[in-house]
């Protein structure tokens, strides 16, 4: 194989390792942004329904404790 074969097969060789690299990198950040979307979705339960725990709480803490 003469230099610009060798050159050429170097090229192909790096491009198709850049390519994996991206596909990898791609799936760590889907997993991330999955896990993200997740974690919002059960902060906005306790945003939405938190209050109604806290105050339920509250309530049978009192009633445990005799005040009310």
Sequence with gaps: MNNSE????EKKV???A????LHKIGA???EEQQ???????VLRWFVRYGWIVLTGSALLFAYVFGLI
Excluded: H, S
Excluded at 6 to 9: C, F, R, S, T
Excluded at 35 to 41: F, I, R, T, Y
């Design 6 to 9: 060798q050159e050429i097969v």
């Design 14 to 16: 790096r491009r198709a």
């Design 18 to 21: 850049g390519i994996n690299a």
């Design 28 to 30: 760590i950040v889907a």
């Design 35 to 41: 896990a993200d979307a997740e974690n919002a979705k």
